[in-house]
């Protein structure tokens, strides 16, 4: 199935969870924070959300700014 | 001695350092040791899949330091406490650095938008340092909803104008019951220690070191002035005079007296 | 190391601190030793017969400080120079600050006298430094009688209104072949550390540190803005901007780019 | 011809004059006269029974003036709408100078409740002038919600201070859809002057008029100095140089040219 | 009548004008009579044998302008006396804007020169008005040797920059028995009005008009800055004030008084 | 009966109108602006206003200001 | 013979007079001032100045300047 | 017989040589410079120096100044 990941679709497998998709990310879980349908998740979460068809996922991390 | 004290937590220092702008993390990590900085401001944006880059946090030792997450990037106030919200998801304290720009070109900082998230954050338990134009009655709205220092823009950011808005500044400080972080268009060591000299109780700094020829050298510079401006400030200033007064005696010449 | 030499004689401190208007004896060494100068400036007065102080010098190691006399009180050429030899002949090295201020108001420097006494001093063998307004063309002359340094006033003396001839030094900076000292008019440590920034070669503060609440405080965060200035020219400061410039990143929003 | 508009309306004068503080109305009458401005602004307030005194409005001739009541005294919206409505119960055109000032010390606006009270005015039909801060998003805030003007200050009231905010208002002029006029803080005609080379389209006057000591002469000075920065806006200015540039030739001299 | 007073002769305009860098003589003709100046300056330069061009003094009525030559491009006193002798010997009064600039880039004045030609050529009869460096001695010492002004700079030559040398010039003034005319550096109409505002007797004005996108106009922006400067002046300036004063009453509100 | 005129007391006659108040304390209604317990009132309404005791009346004018 | 007018040489005849020279090379008496070996002159001794070869002239005139 | 120091009389043995003054008016030899008949004197000329009636000496040391 597809989702959106920061505005781009991604394909991930059918009943993939938040930790699934992070995994398959390569991102660090400990760096990052998620909007999953304009819902912050906390890190708990992660692995007991399963995403449907076209869910929306924002994932962010801190970068340089003043 | 001397601390500065924002929402009962002390500080040696009173240069917050920015984040952004660096050419590498090292480099980064190495100004901010330099200005003896322990407030070190960073922003929130989404990861790049698949450009796995070095990680910013890999680099900044929490044990030291303590990560002020901004919102930059937030054009109103419902973005702001998004990215507020998210920062503290990921694992933050819950300080925030609160910046809402409507304005592309000039990134000045929204009155409005502001005093509305701040006071959403403020009920939701941050601790807010709002980013704001050199407005006394502004700053005092936003201390009556319980913001932890207001942060006046000495001239927009990344401009190196210095104290354009002392005027504005010098009465925020005379008015306030939070501390005073001048933020912004610092361009130089004699801009901070000039913003310290006036009463400021902390200042905050990025660019200017970031486009340093030399930026742990420049980082260092900015410390020292900041320490310098405060304690010129502690000791106790003289005024301005209209005339000359001479630092040499002005008897005894080598000559009759009148 | 960055040190400052004057006349093949080398300086860690950039700071040349003067001695006059001090509550006392005690407090004047104390500060000059919290400022970390190596050079101090005194003045010579008649003795005052009958009445025996405590001597200025029995409190200034000349081991550690240069003493410097000047010639405070001369009103021309003739004047100053035989102040220069009586401090001479007093048991100084022959290092001189030049001052030839006609005017009691003022005490603005003479550019006609103060080249003729430099002209006849350098002759005599006197490390000249002599005390100038801000006037490039001035300068000049004087390096080609051979001068040691400049000492353009950043203001009236006393006045504590900083750089107020800011681009007439800029100037003398860009044209010097000796070190350029900013004396006078310096009231805060901000005006020193942009004195410095601006690319002077040491600055001399007196009545701003004489004159504080904490003479020592002050002295030390004069020292520390010194080092500020010095360091940010050699680090090397960035422009001022029209725009703002962003600190933090400009992509990467919670938003669709466009 | 070269003419203010301000919501539909011309004014060849871009000098907008203030009554308070004047000896008397006679002294106030001519001072405006000589001052060439044809929008005058007034204050509202209860009248003092029992004691007649001359009535302002006497000695205004509204067919040359156009009457500019302000809302001085306001501490909030609630009370600056009731005082422009009194205004224009009291048969004033329905243009208001919006003012809301909590602080009794330096009179600064607020800027929250100063959109507040524009937004209910202008649905009032209200032609609404208000007295800002020198904030570039709030200006943009209050022109969205359609006011006619922004006015922002250059300097705390009465001050004299000049155009402390030139930077802001720099950005306020570039933005603006509306005209931008100067107010508070002008001290002197070159203030005046210096506002309008910036662009400003017009600027405020009261203080520095009846404090001078011919109050005449001195509003026909600001009378010409407004006409002297417009013109010299649309003439178009030059740029700052850093080097000299020579106003005679550089060639031709009485030697050989190398 | 407020008139301008040189070695005896009378002008009722305080604004002079250079006739360097324009585009046209007709446009420079036009200039000079937009700005109501009476006194133009202008150079003596080998002619062009072979090239014949519009001669300059064509287009300009020496019943109504007193034409000052200039001794541009004179590197020190000798030159600077050769070329007042020329002027005269063309045909002019004897009157000579002196100037000394031996530094090419700057272009600024020589103190020691330009007293050593100003000495030789009063003896000999001239009218003098050097251009100097800001520097209050200086003034005086010229004064001594009977020069008719003193023309003190507000910035480099064509720089725009204004009134740089603000407290120095005003020290000038204070001290001065002749009239003191700021020359080189003002940029805008603003600068010159705060030149007459702080006492100066007249102003000199070249560059700014020659490169404004409307030359007349800038040159009658001059005129009228220049007049509402001088009436500043003679009306009375009020003072700065560290905090506001209103300009509305602070009695009379809506509300019990406390 | 008394009413509060500017925040002092004032004795009137009782039906007293905003005109006849107007006319006792001898101002001049076209340089005035009055709010009656708060409303404000048009000129029109003078007339026809009758006050009760204790009424509140504010009444203004114009005067120098910046 | 030849003389250096302005550090230019320039063919002029013998004998030539400064007033010869003025007109030869086309310029109005009214508008210049002339150095002659270094000796400024007056525009009466333009007539009776008779040059030799080798002379040095300087002419001079007004342009724009500050 | 008397002489003058820094403007001021001051009465000293006939033959009083600088040295001598000096330790008269209780002064340290090493912080003062001293000006006989307005000629600067060298520590050791102070020895040999024998004063007459009138002369004029300056005593001068260093005080604080900037």
Redesign the interface.
Known sequence: MQIIVNSKPIEVAVNCTISALVEQLNLDIKRIAIEYNREILSPEQFHTTIMNDNDCIEIVNFVGGG | MDELIIAGRSFRSRLMV?????SS?AQ?AATIAASGGEIV??????????D?QD???NHIDRSKYL?L??T??ARDAE?AV??A???R???CDPWIKLEVT??P????????ET?KAAEILVKEGFIVLPYI?A????A??LQEVGVATVMPLG???????GL?????IA?IIE?AIVPVVVD?GL?????A??AM?LGADAV?V???M??????E??A??????V???R??Y????????????????L????R?EK
Chains 1, 6, 7, 8 share one sequence.
Do not use: W
């Open positions: 920015g984040t952004g702008k660096f993390n980064m401001t960073v922003a929130l944006r989404r990861v790049n899949v698949g796995q990680d910013l946090l990560l997450p901004n930059s990037g973005e998004r990215l919200r998210l920062a998801a990921a694992g409507p304005d070109y000039y990134l000045l900082p929204d009155p409005i005093l134009n407005d006394p009655v502004l005092k709205h001239a927009p950011i990344g401009t190196n104008k354009r808005t002392r005027d504005n009465i008015q912004a361009g130089a060591p004699s801009h220690a000039e000299e905050m990025n660019t200017a970031a486009v340093a020829g030399n930026t050298m420049m260092a510079a900015f410390g020292k002035a320490e310098a401006g304690m010129a502690l000791a106790g200033l003289g005024k301005e005079q209209k005339q000359a007064v001479a630092s040499s005696p008897t005894g010449f080598l009759d």
